[in-house]
């Protein structure tokens, strides 16, 4: 009777232990907006979703199709809108941060060639945390 019940439940925890975990950072609904013609920048927005379980520091974020990708966030002061660079963007375990419009936001510097799409890489100073491919969406969307 006993093995008949312990059986399952070895089973069952050899399953539980054999799922590879989830990724630590998942990056989603990236948009980055094409540059305008006379502006040699773009705009990013996106969500990043820290699920490894402890805070974590996004030092810097690097594209191959641009010269320079910054964290930016815009915030109202005397009631004017202003632009800010973030050094470094801390993220709490469970934590999910919005890139959008008006907030938050990836400003994507110089393209080095007419692309299609967008490679995002996201670092905690030398480590790669994460990389994303997205299309590029045209500047009317």
């Given at each position: 009777m006993t093995l008949r019940f312990a059986l399952p439940v070895f089973f069952l925890f050899l399953a539980a232990c054999s799922?590879?975990?989830g990724p630590p950072i998942v990056v989603t609904n990236v948009v980055v907006n094409s540059p305008g013609a006379a502006m040699p920048m773009a705009a990013g927005y996106l969500e990043i979703e820290?699920?490894?379980g402890s805070s974590i520091?996004?030092?810097s974020v690097s594209s191959p199709?641009?010269?320079?990708?910054?964290?930016?966030?815009?915030q109202i002061e005397d009631g004017i809108a202003r632009m800010r660079k973030l050094p470094v963007l801390e993220?709490?375990?469970?934590?999910?941060?919005?890139?959008?419009?008006?907030?938050?936001?990836?400003?994507?510097?110089?393209?080095?060639?007419?692309?299609?799409?967008?490679?995002?890489?996201?670092?905690?100073?030398?480590?790669?945390?994460?990389?994303?491919?997205?299309?590029?969406?045209?500047?009317?969307?």
């Open positions: 799922e590879a975990p820290n699920r490894s520091r996004i030092t199709e641009y010269e320079s990708v910054e964290m930016h966030e815009t993220i709490d375990a469970d934590e999910i941060i919005t890139f959008e419009r008006g907030g938050k936001h990836l400003m994507l510097m110089r393209p080095v060639e007419e692309a299609d799409s967008v490679t995002l890489n996201f670092y905690s100073e030398d480590v790669l945390l994460v990389t994303v491919s997205a299309e590029i969406a045209s500047a009317a969307q």
